[in-house]
């Protein structure tokens, strides 16, 4: 059962905080956990409203959540586990966007993997969270009026108690007190680490090619005899 779910604008830097729920002795379910978990079919039919969520089947194992999808369907968290502690971070509007928008262009570099079924239903997935999220239009002002207002609404959902407005700089203390959790001893993981983030990337390649070897290399090799043609024939 989710315990603890983070929201936040779209971004890389979320994966520190995944590492500060780690820390706390969590065990959370992110993005890249939809893609390991193979959960991104039933997460496409859930968006999609044809098929209900079977939350304890799908976090199973997790007690926090963050990053989309999971965030945007805060509601039907809270009816699963009404005692929810939910942490919304507070972070620049314009730094956040420009996060986001380093996201997308990470995103749109690895559009090379919709060749296989199963990053590809990852992906549209993300892009259906990011459409919901954004309601189809993610320009600097549409997408800052649509989050303040999702903030909003959790902020008029959630019971206060059970809310926490947390900056990444206030560090520990706050969270802490809010989750009943001792301060670590370690540096709260406030700074992004891309060598993280490439770790995850090269992983989830690893497992891209490990499951659609075939269509791999096939790929591979009409690149490979694209590029001899190119350079030899044409």
């Known amino acids: 059962m989710v315990k603890v779910l983070w929201i936040a604008f779209p971004q890389l830097e979320t994966q520190e905080f995944k590492q500060a729920s780690k820390i706390l002795g969590y065990h959370p379910y992110g993005t890249t956990d939809v893609f390991t978990k ?69 995103l749109w570099w690895s559009g090379w993997v919709r060749l296989f079924k199963r990053p590809r239903e990852y992906m549209k997935m993300v892009d259906r969270a990011f459409y919901l999220l954004f309601k189809g239009n993610d320009s600097f002002i549409n997408a800052q009026v649509e989050y303040t207002q999702f903030i909003e609404e959790v902020k008029n959902t959630v019971p206060t108690n059970q809310l926490l407005i947390f900056q990444p700089s206030d560090g520990w203390q706050p969270l802490c007190d809010f989750l009943g959790k001792e301060v670590p001893t370690q540096k709260f993981p406030a700074k992004y680490d891309s060598s993280k983030m490439t770790n995850t990337t090269q992983s989830i390649i690893i497992s891209i090619i490990r499951q659609d070897a075939f269509l791999f290399i096939i790929y591979v090799s009409i690149l490979i005899g694209l590029f001899t043609y190119l350079l030899f024939f044409y």
């Open 38 to 106: 193979n959960h991104s079919s039933a997460w496409n039919k859930h968006i999609l409203h044809s098929e209900e969520m079977d939350w304890a089947s799908l976090f199973e194992n997790y007690d926090t959540a963050l990053e989309v999808p999971s965030f945007l369907f805060y509601r039907d968290i809270l009816k699963h586990n009404p005692n929810l502690k939910v942490i919304i971070l507070d972070i620049d509007s314009r730094l956040s966007y420009n996060r986001y928008k380093r996201l997308k262009k990470f």
